[in-house]
């Protein structure tokens, strides 16, 4: 059992920067594949970013590639979204997740956080 606690979502201006931190419980934190997902108002939820348990390999979709980083720290059990040139299109909540598999997809992610919002002004 994984549980997942995401912080850092505010509200930005378009051009600025969000970290946002997902902790989680476990002694299995570094067997975990994690990704960060976003669901805008009236959307599916769809991928951002994912990372190995190793953190060897990182995989963005292709609306933040360049824009956003994916880091974890395995000692402290905790994942990061580095998120730079916010644009008011990256307005949505924001979801880590964790799975046993190397996806793209939601439904291949077992354990979910509650989400935090972040708000992108034009």
């Known amino acids: 059992q994984v549980q997942l606690v995401e912080s850092g979502g505010g509200l930005v201006q378009a051009g600025g920067s969000l970290r946002l931190s997902c902790a989680a419980s476990?002694?299995?934190?570094?067997?975990?594949?994690m990704g960060w997902f976003r669901q805008a108002s009236g959307k599916e939820r769809e991928f951002a970013a994912r990372?190995?348990?190793?953190?060897?390999?990182?995989g963005y979709a292709h609306s933040v590639k360049g824009r956003f980083t994916i880091s974890r720290d395995n000692a402290k059990n905790t994942v990061y979204l580095q998120m730079s040139s916010l644009k008011p299109e990256d307005t949505a909540v924001y979801y880590c997740?964790?799975?046993?598999?190397?996806?793209?997809?939601?439904?291949?992610?077992?354990?979910w956080g509650q989400g935090t919002q972040v708000t992108v002004s034009s």
């Open positions: 476990g002694r299995t934190f570094s067997s975990y594949y």
């Open positions: 997740a964790a799975a046993l598999t190397n996806s793209n997809s939601p439904t291949d992610y077992n354990y």
């Open positions: 990372i190995t348990p190793s953190g060897g390999y990182l």
